[in-house]
């Protein structure tokens, strides 16, 4: 009678074991699963498209951020046209990804300030950040994606 337990205490292990892994695989904050790949794929042609777009329009974008507190940074986006002057009226919009915690994700739209477009987000962790900017001034639209190095609270 001791065999067939012992055959079953082995399964259960095994079954106890495989669902710990299983967990603890889908809870790592390190990794992101898109959450609609399928559109994404569906979308990457004119994802394209505009990102050529937005080349041919001739802005630049250059980031800069400084953490507030310990959980919140201020990111300040210089939006600038093909000839150097300011852009100005446009509704500017940032998503920005830990790139050691892809799952700390925070989307913020800036208000514009002297010129540039600062907006405060609950990027509490620092070290680097893939940020998707997206600005729109009537029917113009520009995206960029820039990588910035968030620096410690000083």
């Known amino acids: 009678m001791q065999w067939p337990i012992g055959v079953v205490v082995v399964l259960v292990l095994t079954v ?4 710990y892994v299983a967990v603890r695989a889908n809870d790592d904050p ?3 699963v898109e959450s609609d790949y399928y559109q ?3 979308r990457f042609d004119a994802d ?6 937005s080349e041919r329009l001739g802005w630049h974008v250059s980031l800069a951020a400084t953490r507030t507190t310990a959980g919140e940074a201020t990111v300040i986006a210089a939006l600038v046209d093909s000839v150097g002057a300011p852009v100005q009226g446009a509704v500017v919009r940032f998503t920005a990804r830990a790139v050691a915690r892809a799952n700390d994700s925070f989307t913020a739209t800036a208000h514009p300030d002297s010129g540039r477009y600062v907006a405060t987000m609950p990027m ?3 070290g680097l ?3 998707d900017i997206e600005a729109v001034r009537g029917g113009e639209r520009f995206v960029a994606a820039q990588r910035l190095d968030l620096p410690d609270v000083r």
């Open 48 to 53: 394209l498209a505009l990102r050529r777009r």
């Open 30 to 32: 390190s990794v992101h």
């Open 40 to 42: 994404k794929a569906v």
């Open 16 to 19: 106890a074991a495989n669902i």
């Open 124 to 126: 509490g962790r620092r």
């Open 129 to 131: 950040w893939d940020v």
